[in-house]
């Protein structure tokens, strides 16, 4: 059975910084590209950022393009997005997701093009 966990969510001020980690299980993990979107009530799912399965190639949003890192251990099966300097603008559920890709250096930012997802986790950033 295949499991995407997110885990790293919370309340934060303005400014502040949280690194969130996508832990996963019950499948090759370094077969994925690793995707992660976020949501707010109302609106509809926002791509954030990508990493490609070997980690060489990564693409983020406008948005937090420049702020936000994803990466990825393949050792760990894990992949993470370091959030410094947040905004009250992030506030969002932030959900991982893997699409299975032929090439190390290919990704996918398509909701459709996903294969499994987590559940999400909370982010708050407080003004």
């Known amino acids: 059975q295949v499991q995407l966990v997110e885990s790293g969510g919370g309340l934060v001020q303005a400014g502040g910084s949280l690194r969130l980690s996508c832990a996963a299980s019950g499948l090759t993990f370094s077969f994925y590209a690793m995707d992660w979107f976020r949501k707010v009530p109302g609106k509809d799912r926002e791509f954030v950022a990508v990493i490609s399965r070997s980690g060489v190639n990564t693409y983020y949003a406008d948005s937090v393009k420049g702020r936000f890192t994803i990466s990825r251990d393949n050792a760990k099966n894990t992949m993470y997005l370091q959030m410094p300097t947040l905004k009250p603008g992030d506030t969002a559920v932030y959900s991982c997701?893997?699409?299975?890709?032929?090439?190390?250096?290919?990704?996918?930012?398509?909701?459709?093009?996903?294969?499994?997802w987590g559940k999400g986790t909370l982010v708050t950033v407080s003004s």
């Open positions: 997701s893997a699409a299975l890709t032929s090439a190390g250096g290919d990704y996918d930012t398509s909701p459709p093009a996903m294969t499994y």
